[in-house]
């Protein structure tokens, strides 16, 4: 099965300092081992491998964090800080019935492979995990104050993330 985000992403790239970071950066997660569940009462999309001890790890999570809908990046940053296992991610997602390209989103991958998504089920994803604890901190206690716009597409702070790397001027 062909990957819709990953080919959306390619093909935008010239679109925005996002889009090209994400092309630049970004990985796309295996489409065939993504599967969608319930997981504590939540319908979330994960990876297949997951073990019990795993999903057990992903449902505490739930139960502590209570992700919200339509809260995609704070959800993926409360899971990061929750447990350091979830390595926040951050991208590109679609839905194989919809053409629609794809839409920016944040997940999480469990010790950096295994894709757990609490927010909204997605059968595609393409996107880069940012692994600086440093930033993630910031965003994350950003967010919890002000509301979380994301790191790499964050446009309320001027997309600081891209330009900080090159992608963004101004």
Same mark, same amino acid.
């Given at each position: 099965m062909e990957n819709s985000a990953t080919e959306y992403v390619h @093909?935008?790239?010239?679109?925005?300092?996002?889009?090209?970071?994400?092309?630049?950066?970004?990985? @796309?997660?295996d489409s065939s081992t993504i599967i969608q569940e319930t997981i504590a009462g939540r319908s979330v999309a994960v990876t297949n491998a997951l073990t019990e001890d795993e999903r057990e790890l992903v449902a505490d999570a739930i139960r502590a964090t209570d992700p919200q809908m339509k809260a995609c990046f704070a959800n993926a940053l409360q899971m990061w800080a929750y447990d350091s296992r979830f390595k926040y991610a951050e991208g590109f997602a679609a839905v194989s019935d919809l053409d629609i390209g794809a839409i920016e989103h944040g997940w999480c991958l469990l010790d950096g492979s295994k894709l757990v998504d609490v927010t909204q089920p997605f059968d595609h994803y393409h996107g880069a995990v940012i692994t600086d604890d440093e930033t993630l901190q910031r965003y994350y206690e950003y967010g919890r104050e002000?509301?979380?716009?994301g790191?790499?597409?964050?446009?309320?702070?001027?997309f600081q993330f891209l330009r900080n790397r090159g992608y963004a001027y101004g």
């Open positions: @093909a935008s790239r010239d679109l925005s300092p996002v889009h090209s970071y994400i092309a630049d950066h970004g990985e @796309a997660v002000r509301g979380s716009w790191i790499v597409g964050n446009h309320l702070n001027q």
